[in-house]
């Protein structure tokens, strides 16, 4: 479920980015290879069930091709216990939608979200979603080649 194998048209756009921590989900959308990701808002979670349930509306309402979650791994990139629940997380979460559903290494990208946030003055913004949308910016280098700078 990681990006290392996933054919370029196995991961279609739109794409719909994840950044799920313990108490939020951030979301984002990367709707072209010719556009920048983009934040769009983040969920505070209530239980599995009803996150699940609601993330598999927004992956029908936004029309995405695909959904891409990011995958806390440590440091040195290795699994640890959120890494193992992000996985069984997005099994439950694939079984809900016709779409992929691919992992994408976050290493970071709440850091890199809140000093974007930070140069641009908008520090207590939608880290979360941004951090989303960094998701999705990597899994496009990542898979594809470069795409344009999130925004």
Do not use: C, K
Request: negative net charge; hydrophobic residues 40%; without cysteine.
């Amino acid at each position: 479920m990681t990006n290392a194998a996933v054919p370029a048209d196995d991961a279609p756009f739109p794409r719909l980015g994840l950044d799920i921590s313990e108490r939020r989900i951030g979301l984002a959308m990367h709707d072209s290879p010719l556009a920048g990701p983009q934040p769009l808002f983040t969920y505070a979670r209530t239980t599995r069930a009803q996150d699940l349930e609601r993330l598999a509306e927004w992956v029908q309402r936004y029309g995405a091709g695909a959904v891409i979650v990011g995958l806390p791994l440590n440091m040195d990139g290795t699994p640890g216990p959120r890494a193992q629940w992000m996985h069984r997380f997005t099994h439950e979460l694939q079984r809900r939608v016709t779409v992929p559903v691919r992992l994408q290494d976050e290493r970071l990208t709440t850091v890199e979200a809140e000093a974007l946030l930070a140069e641009r003055g908008a520090r207590g913004a939608d880290v979360d979603a941004l951090a989303a949308a960094l998701i999705l910016e990597r899994f496009a280098q990542e898979t594809h080649g470069d795409t344009a700078a999130t925004t």
